[in-house]
């Protein structure tokens, strides 16, 4: 069964702290991965997907916080 996802635009305060997240996921990409396509290929996420989030466009989900963490020796809550 598909459900539709909502439609609808997030709140302001939601998305400041998606930016600032998508910020900090940047911040420490580069420090350990210059090239964002090679980085998304070995967290298992496409390109786009990387690119959307950093950019502050998408929220990342919780595994993929776990995932960036373990690859980038930073603790979730960095994040």
């Not at 909502?6 to 998508?22: E, F, M, N, T, W």
Request: a positive charge; glycine letters at 4%.
């Amino acid at each position: 069964m598909n459900v539709p996802m909502a439609k609808h635009k997030r709140p302001d305060s939601l998305a400041i702290v998606q930016r600032a997240i998508g910020r900090r996921i940047t911040w420490a990409r580069e420090l350990v991965f210059p090239n964002q396509s090679e980085c998304a290929r070995l967290l298992g996420v496409d390109a786009s997907t990387l690119n959307k989030i950093e950019k502050g466009d998408r929220a990342p989900s919780i595994f993929l916080i776990l995932a960036l963490s373990n690859r980038y020796a930073f603790r979730p809550t960095f994040f």
